[in-house]
Structure formats: structure tokens, C-alpha cells
């Protein structure tokens, strides 16, 4: 077998998961990090020399400036090409651009406002913003807290996807280089980091998700922990963004809300409705080849301005289209998390990102598994709600409704394409049938207040009703009690695993077997004289028996009562 070819200066075979860069003298290749290029000033590289050419040769000839608005910045400045987002061109522009205030849209509140109760009642439809954090449950570290911090708890040897954002491409490089860059007054170049998920670091310990994300996560209520999927972990983000750093119009994965505090410095959004209208803007801009010629906030009616400073917590709502900027060095916080109350938008958003082709490393991880689970205990859930005489509410139904829509595509999309996220202790065509049976249970005629059958409700509130006013929250209380189930399971499973103890039943045997052993007498004669007087008088063999059992030496066993078991 042939030996693997050797490349660099270290005389290593090709790695895929390392970046590489070409000697246009020597045509051999290079590791970037042993000849001291950055994967994103690459692409500033007109021809390179490596370490052993530039001693012939010179030093590498870097590219031509020729313009500030285009992402390639060698194109002729002739004024025929529109400015593109990210530019330095187009972020000066952003500045100066007029636009509706956020005021108009959002809701602020206090932390101890912000309940999973209160948005069961109130919908989560527009933007909260949170100045005072008391009772959000929100924990971070100080507003000391430096990029150097962030280095010393994640590790500097973590590679990191940052943003070039006058390219608006992305590139790896490990945490040091970045911060060795964000520290230096001298930036070439507006670096962007806005995916550094550390809940597998040291730093997870600093920061805790406010407790409206926590206690409504698809993923903290309903993912199991034997499950053969890998957890998703994409609740503790940490954002670090030189000024004038700009993230072009998105949807979060998978449709999910999204929780942002700024530490320090400042972030300004730009927001745009979910309307049925506007994603389907969305999605034709999105599949645009010239969509970054195009400014997304043209094409719609109203594009709201929010300014997020220092020590403020934003929470964005499913489907919510939003771009935004840095205007001044930051650090934020950040979360991604599913939940019940707006079930229809998320499948809305996931079914988009398949048709848009958006690459699995930019969707939710494992969503369609999580939507079993989901659907699974969703079921319980109604079966609990009607066994209780209790209606679920609306944005509950509509959303098994829109699940079940969801599961029966996919299932159907299996016979295509084989990708199946269906775990394997679910039984997917029973659920989608259990779950359209509660379904129609709810769609039941009714009669007055009461349903037809059974399941009507006793609280005096009919199955449209958006709450059951008998319980404190009935949802909240059902997830207490599921979790209460799992908890439970996972103790009967830890005790099938441990050494099993006797029971009193078992102790008894094992005496009664051990005695009746030592009771055992030899085989009788067959003596005519002797059979005779046995089947006249059974109780000659008892007799004989205890007889024996008294003249055995060791026949002392005992049995003791403690605590309630017997022990010999």
C-alpha cells in the first residue's frame, strides 16, 4: 500500500478538518496555522509564497483594493454594481437610513413579569424587552467580564466560526487568534462571532438561562435522557462583535425564540413580522441570486429599529426576521428554544429551511426528533387534560394539529429520502392516529357547555376557551408531573441494576427448604408388620420425623424481625 503524501513544513499527510493554503511557487501545500495565515486573510492573498519561496521570491503579493462596497473588493469601482450588505459602504448607509421605532412593536416589561403563565395567557407574538432583570432568573457574569475571560474559561484552543463581515462569508479559527485580534487597536479587517455555544465549557457555570426559556424548552421538558440522538445544546451562546459588525436578515433555526442580553457596549435590531406575506418575501429574497444587492427592510411595509444597550435582555418570538448591528464593541449573551405556544410557526420556518437547502451545520440540530418527542408527550398531555375534564388551549390544539400535518410529511418523505430522525421507541403511525383521535375527542359537537361525551369540560369553560381557570397552570403542572414520571422511571431502572435483596417471601423459602432437607429420613423397609402400622397411624412418621429433627446437633437455625423484614 502506498504511503499517504506529506505536505508543509511539518511533513504531515492532508487533514480535511485543517485549513490549507497553496504555494504558487512550489505548488506544495500548507497548513495555515504553521505558516501563520488565517483562513480569512487568505482570500486577501493575491499569490503566495511559503516560508521556503519568499526567500527566492519575496513576500506574498496581496490583492488590490478597488472599491468599499462590493464583497469582492478588487472589482472595478465604475459605479455599475450596487453596494452589498456587510460593506463598509452599506453599514455607513444603514446608519443614516430612517426607520419605524420599536417602540411601536414591543413589549417592555420587568423579569418577574416575564412567566411561562403570563405568555400562555397573553401569546408570545412581539419582542419583550427586560431592563430590570429582577426575577427573570437570568445569571451572568459582571459587566467586567472581558474577551479574555471568555478565553480563560472556553480554552484558546477551541476552533470558532467567526464572520469576515464585508465578505459576509465565514471561516474558522481558534479562539486565541480571535482574541489576540479583538484586543488589537489595529483591526484590517470587522470579524464577527456570533456562534460560540459553551455549555460543554466551564463557562456554562457563569451563566443561566432566563427561567421563561428554561421551563418552556422543547428540549429541558421533553428530550429524553436515553435517547440515541445527541442532546442539542443551543441555549448558552456567547456573542463577541467589533463595532460596525452587521448580520444580514435571518430567521432563527428552526423557527426557534430567541433570549439576548448585552453585557456591555450595544446591538441594534431590525425587525420584521412574521406575516404570512413577509416569509414568503423572505424565502423568495432568500433564494435570490442577488440577494445581497438587496436590502430585506425595502420589501416589506414596516421595518422596526430597535436599540438594545448595555444591561438590557431581549426575547425575539418565533419566525421574527431580524438583521443586526453593532454599533459599538459587544458582548452579549444568547439562546435559542423551542416551545408549545407557537408549534405551527416553527414547522412553518423548519419546511422553509429544506426548500432554501440551508446546510445542516445552520439548522436545528435533530428537530424532527424532538418534534416526536414532543408529539409524544403531547399526547399524554391531552389525555391528561381530558381525563381531567379540562380543555387544553387553543394555541395547544392548533399546534397538535399543525404536528400532526408535519409527521405525516415526513413520514411520507421517507420513502424518498431515507433520513429518519423517528426514534426507535416510538411507534410513529400509532402516535399520529392517538393523537388524531384526542384531536377529534375536542371537535366533538357541543351542547350548551357541555360536550356530547364525556370529555366536556366540568370547569365550566368549553373546549374553545383559551385557559381552565381550575388549575394554577394546568400545562406547568402536567410537566411537573411528567418529570416527576421520568424521575421515577430512572429510580425503578437503577434499582433493576443494583444487586437485588431477598425478600421476606425468598428468606422464608430458603428456611423452609434448608429445614425440610435436614428433616429428610432414609427410604422404609419393606416390612409388611411396619407398612401396616404407617397406614394405620399417619402420625408415626411425624412423630419420627421430629424425633429425628431433635437428634440433629445442628438444627439451630433462627429467623429474626427487624425493621419489618425477617433476617436469619
Known sequence: MAAAPLYCVCRQPYDVSRFMIECDICKDWFHGSCVQVEEHQAVDIDVYHCPNCDVLHGPSLMKKRNNWHRHDYTEPNDGTKPVQAGTPVFVKELQNRAFASGEEIMLRMKGEQVTPRYLERHGFKYPIAVTEMEGLGLKLPPTTFSVKDVEEYVGGDKVIDVIDVARQADSKMKLSEFIKYYTNPHKPKVLNLISLEFSDTKMSKLVEVPDVAQKMSWVENYWPDDSFFPKPFVQKYCLMGVKDSYTDFHIDF?????????????????????????????????????????????????????????????????????????????????????????????????????????????????????????????????????????????????????????????????????????PDNIRPHNLIKELTKEIRHLEEPVIGNKPVKSQGSACGVVSGSNSCPATRSTLERLCQARRARRAARRLREQQRQAPKMPSNLDILEQHTREVLKRLEVGPLEEDAAFCAKVHGKLNKVSTASAAAAESLDNNHLRLMFVNGRIIR
Open 254 to 422: 428552526g423557527g426557534t425564540s430567541v433570549w439576548y442580553h448585552v453585557l456591555w457596549g450595544e446591538k441594534i435590531f431590525y425587525l420584521i413580522k412574521p406575516t404570512l406575506d413577509n416569509l414568503a418575501l423572505y424565502e423568495t429574497w432568500s433564494s435570490s441570486p442577488n440577494q445581497s444587492e438587496v436590502f430585506f427592510g425595502d420589501k416589506v411595509d414596516k421595518c422596526y429599529k430597535c436599540v438594545v444597550p448595555q444591561g438590557t435582555t431581549l426575547l425575539i418570538p418565533t419566525g421574527w426576521i431580524h438583521a443586526v448591528l453593532t454599533s459599538q464593541d459587544c458582548m452579549a449573551f444568547g439562546g435559542n428554544f423551542l416551545h408549545n405556544l407557537n408549534i405551527g410557526m416553527q414547522l412553518r420556518c423548519y419546511e422553509m429551511e429544506r426548500r432554501l437547502k440551508t446546510p445542516d451545520l445552520f439548522k436545528f440540530p435533530y428537530f424532527e426528533a424532538i418534534c416526536w418527542y414532543v408529539a409524544k408527550n403531547l399526547l399524554e398531555t391531552l389525555r391528561e387534560l381530558r381525563e381531567d375534564n379540562c380543555p387544553p388551549p387553543n394555541y395547544l390544539v392548533d399546534g397538535v394539529k399543525a404536528l400532526i400535518g408535519a409527521l405525516k410529511t415526513w413520514l411520507k418523505r421517507e420513502v424518498t429520502e431515507p433520513s429518519s430522525e423517528v
